[in-house]
C-alpha cells in the first residue's frame, strides 16, 4: 500500500510536475548528539535546480545589510531576503518544495514550513558566523529549518553551542539539508568564508514563530 501517497493524496505527483521527486527514501539522518540531528536528501531539487537559481538572482528583492560589531557598523557578508508566510515565492518549485517538505515533516513536526529566508553568497568572501537559529522558539523548544541550496557546493559547519570540533555536510546544487531536534539550541551551525567560491543561493523553510 502506498502510505504516504494515500495520507496526502495526490500531493507528490503534483509536486513532481515541478521538478521536485518524492523526499520518501531520499533523506539520511544522522544524529549529532544532545537530541540534535540533521537530514539530508542530495539532488533532491537538481532537475528545477539552475532555474530556481536563475530566478533568485534575478528576482529576489535582495537587500544588504548592516550590523553594529563593537565600536563599528560593518557590512554584513551575504545578501539576503525573507519571505513571509502567504507570499509568493521566486519559482513554482519552491513552493512544491515547502509543501513536500511540510507533508513529510508533518508527524515529526507537528507544524508546516511556512518561511522562507533567502541568502545569497556572492563568493567565497561571504558568510555567515556561528549561530543558532533562537530568536523565536528555537532557543527552547525542539524545530527544524530546512535548507536548500544551488548554486557553488558550501560547507554547512556545525559545532556544539559554545565551541569544540566541528562536523558539518557540504551543501551542493539542489541538495537539502533540514537540521532537527534540539540543534538550533544544543549546536550552532555556519557557513565558513572559503578562498575561492562562485555564487550560492540557499533557501531556509521555517515553521512560523522560528527565525
Ligand atoms: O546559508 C545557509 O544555508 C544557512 C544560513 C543560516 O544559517 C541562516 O541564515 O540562519
Ligand atoms: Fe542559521
Not at 539520511?28 to 536528501?41: F, K, P, Q, S, T
Not at 528555537?138 to 527544524?144: A, C, I, N, V, Y
Not at 553551542?161 to 534540539?182: C, I, Q
Request: neutral net charge.
Amino acid at each position: 500500500m502506498d502510505f504516504q501517497g494515500s495520507l496526502f493524496g495526490g500531493l507528490a505527483p503534483t509536486a513532481y510536475a515541478d521538478g521536485v521527486p518524492p523526499l520518501r527514501g531520499r533523506v539520511e539522518r544522522r544524529h549529532l548528539g544532545d537530541g540534535a540531528w540533521i537530514d539530508v536528501a542530495r539532488d533532491w531539487l537538481a532537475t528545477a535546480a539552475d532555474e530556481v537559481a536563475a530566478a533568485m538572482v534575478a528576482d529576489v528583492p535582495w537587500r544588504a545589510e548592516r550590523r553594529p560589531m563593537y565600536d563599528r557598523v560593518v557590512a554584513v557578508p551575504r545578501l539576503l531576503h525573507t519571505y513571509g508566510a502567504g507570499e509568493d515565492l521566486p519559482h513554482p518549485a519552491l513552493v512544491a518544495a515547502r509543501e513536500q517538505l511540510s507533508a513529510h515533516y508533518r508527524d515529526e513536526l507537528g507544524e508546516p514550513f511556512v518561511t522562507a529566508g533567502c541568502c545569497f553568497y556572492r563568493d567565497g568572501d561571504d558568510s555567515v558566523a556561528w549561530h543558532g537559529d533562537t530568536i523565536g522558539r528555537g532557543s527552547t523548544h525542539d524545530t527544524m529549518v530546512a535548507i536548500v541550496s544551488f548554486g557553488d557546493p558550501r560547507r554547512l559547519a556545525l559545532r556544539r553551542r559554545g565551541g569544540g570540533p566541528s562536523t558539518g555536510v557540504v551543501m551542493a546544487h539542489g541538495d537539502l539539508v533540514v537540521m532537527g531536534g534540539s540543534c538550533q539550541r544544543t549546536w550552532e551551525h555556519a557557513v565558513p568564508k572559503v578562498a575561492h567560491a562562485g555564487p550560492r543561493l540557499s533557501v531556509q523553510f521555517r515553521p512560523a514563530g522560528v527565525f
